[in-house]
């Protein structure tokens, strides 16, 4: 299969990017304009507001790590299936498993639909309160 070049690269970029908690980088991984959609709530989200949720989550986690990855290119980027594993600050394991499908154009992300398991992301610091 053809794909986007430097589609499987941009995947990389992006999670160790999420992991290692860099996450101002996300703003030259993804395209200006750029948005995510989640199936938990249907909803678009802009990427300074996914910087911001994913800042709140590592910054109550003791683990952050992404288990299991498998990577596909596709003919308009690529799709990321994985298990994210949290460890909150009190001890609460979440594995929230995930599955992304992302427009790569250039070597940036146009767009993420983003599936999650909706019992996990509940539980996650962005969603109290």
Same mark, same amino acid.
């Given at each position: 299969?053809? !794909?986007?070049?430097?589609?499987?690269?941009?995947?990389?970029?992006?999670?160790? =990017?999420?992991?290692?908690?860099?996450?101002? +980088?996300?703003?030259? %991984?993804?395209?200006?304009?750029?948005?995510?959609?989640?199936?938990? +709530?249907?909803?678009?989200? &802009? /990427?300074?507001?996914? /910087? *911001?949720?994913?800042?709140? %989550? *590592?910054?109550? #986690?003791?683990?952050?790590?992404? *288990? $299991? /990855?498998?990577?596909?290119?596709?003919?308009?980027g690529f799709v990321q299936q994985h298990t994210l594993i949290v460890v909150t600050?009190?001890?609460?394991? %979440?594995? &929230?498993?995930?599955?992304? /499908?992302?427009?790569?154009?250039? !070597?940036? %992300?146009? *767009? @993420? &639909? #983003?599936?999650? $398991?909706? =019992? #996990?992301?509940? #539980? @996650? =610091?962005?969603? =109290?309160?």
């Open positions: 299969m053809t !794909g986007e070049p430097g589609a499987l690269d941009t995947a990389r970029r992006l999670f160790l =990017a999420v992991e290692s908690g860099e996450l101002e +980088d996300l703003n030259t %991984i993804f395209v200006e304009g750029a948005q995510v959609w989640h199936n938990t +709530d249907d909803s678009l989200t &802009d /990427i300074p507001t996914t /910087i *911001r949720n994913l800042r709140t %989550i *590592r910054e109550n #986690a003791r683990l952050f790590s992404y *288990r $299991d /990855i498998r990577r596909t290119l596709t003919t308009e600050r009190d001890g609460r394991r %979440i594995e &929230d498993r995930c599955c992304c /499908i992302c427009t790569v154009r250039r !070597g940036r %992300i146009e *767009r @993420m &639909d #983003a599936y999650h $398991d909706s =019992a #996990a992301t509940g #539980a @996650m =610091a962005h969603k =109290a309160g």
